[in-house]
């Protein structure tokens, strides 16, 4: 199996793409520590990497803040003795116009998907230059690429990912670290079923989940929403050795799906 | 030509960049006003433009930026244009930067996009007209190593740019950002004044423009910004604009980067 004896950690991998991203590295060998801020959700899914044979530890994680970073930086290097990949996936979205946008909800959303990438991958890169290698992999957004509406927080924090991987990348690509992120597009999670219910009532109008999901699988060439195992199946190949000359890269996985405007 | 019923404010105007771009907005004729975290910085680029009003506003600090829109909406009624220039840098390894120099720069950079969109659109969609430009860089598509809180502000600040352009298309409002090759010396000075770091000898050029150079680069940029705020430019939002081609990963992966 091409992950074998590695170690990795997933933030946010109690549930969505997180959780699918675990799974399927586990299924290719990885000893999988599973970071979340819900506890409960986080040791269902250990459980789960342990039915498949590989150890598995969880920890409770709010990734705006450097002290749970540090302790799950702790915990790991304990049980595990080294850290390989990171996958920095902890993110939250919500709608607002600006106009009605209260500054928490700005802050929220900069600080858990752009500020809580710094600390998590910071704290990754400082142990894997002691090893002279390793594999950073961030979730990003189609919305680090491009802007809708209601999203202007999001997508602020989303293109902040995918500048500070290019970034990363540069400064650890001499110590043998690669650094890259993902960009999903519509996928079928639980977060999107929050953003498809505020569509259809912002819309209004017979605007349904389903038909907001309809339109964007619509939009999508591939004709449908994606999974995610979908996501999950590209962040194996990035934090496997076939991706070995990739780094500084975002990379699309939406179907075709191109959110420009 | 004269513009003497439109009115513009520059946010920000510590480098060669933006006081170009005051200069240029001056001498189109707009009422124009200039704001500063530094009251002498803006006196002084004031002082030469007659009849421009000065503020000093701190981009971090909400109330600071709405009472500016204010004065403004006092003395001249509307805002017509709007362009923030206000941007901080800070030369240093992602693995030393702490929090609170991430934090530091990312509010300086991209909060205060997101105050000054949101202090000026009720009274744009009430005239249902308005321009917002946010000055950003080129190292927000680079990512050139050791800047990278600068790129991830850069990057962050185009995303809300071109959300808000999506929410405020039928209120004849247009949001575009315009991203700078070089990061200018005063930038970096600020930078490391605000985080307490010692300030750089020199600034850093990023990317090396085949047409222009650094002497020069702030007027181009000061012509773009008039151009995206006059008639000409009315097609025009949601765009993130740059000088030249990004394609310069060659010098970028040598990590050749000149000072001056």
Known sequence: ?261 | MTLSDKTAIVFGCNGNIAQMICKKLYHEGYNLIVTDLKKEQVNKVTSEMKNTTPIDVDVRSEKDIKEAVQIVLNKYKKIDVVVNCSRIALFKEAVELTEQEWDTIVDFNTKSMYYIGKAVLNTMIENNAGVIIGMTSKTANSGPANLSAYSASMNASIGFLRSLSCEVRNNNIRVNALCSGFIEHEELVLGAELTQNEPPDKGIYIQFSPLINVANEPEALANIIAFLASKQGEFITGQAYSLWDDDMTYYRNLGQMAEF
């Open chain 1, 1 to 261: 199996m091409r992950l074998d004896h590695k170690t990795v950690i997933v933030t946010g991998a109690g549930r969505g793409i997180g959780r699918a991203i675990a799974l399927s590295l586990a299924k290719e060998g990885a000893n999988v520590v599973i970071s979340d801020i819900n506890l409960k959700e986080a040791k269902q899914v250990v459980k789960e990497i342990k039915d498949l044979g590989r150890t598995s530890l969880a920890v409770k994680t709010d990734v705006t803040s450097k002290n749970d970073v540090d302790e799950l930086m702790n915990k790991t290097i304990e049980k595990f003795s080294s850290l390989d990949i990171m996958v920095s996936n902890a993110g939250v979205s919500s709608m607002e116009n600006v106009i009605d946008m209260p500054e928490e909800k700005w802050d929220f959303s900069m600080d858990v998907n752009l500020k809580g990438t710094f600390l998590v991958t910071q704290a990754a890169a400082k142990h894997m230059i002691s090893q002279q290698k390793g594999k950073i992999i961030c979730t990003a957004s189609m919305a680090g690429k491009g802007g809708v509406a209601t999203q202007a927080h999001y997508n602020a924090s989303k293109h902040g990912v995918v500048a500070y991987v290019k970034s990363l990348a540069q400064e650890l690509a001499p110590y043998g670290i690669t650094v890259n992120s993902i960009c999903p597009g519509s996928i079928k999670t639980s977060m999107q079923d929050r953003e498809v219910q505020w569509s259809a009532n912002i819309r209004g109008a017979g605007a349904t989940p389903e038909s907001i999901r309809e339109e964007m699988a619509n939009f999508t060439p591939l004709g449908r929403i994606g999974l995610p195992e979908d996501i999950a199946k590209v962040v194996v190949f990035l934090a496997s050795d076939d991706s070995a000359f990739m780094t500084g890269q975002a990379i699309n996985v939406t179907g075709g799906q191109i959110n420009t405007m």
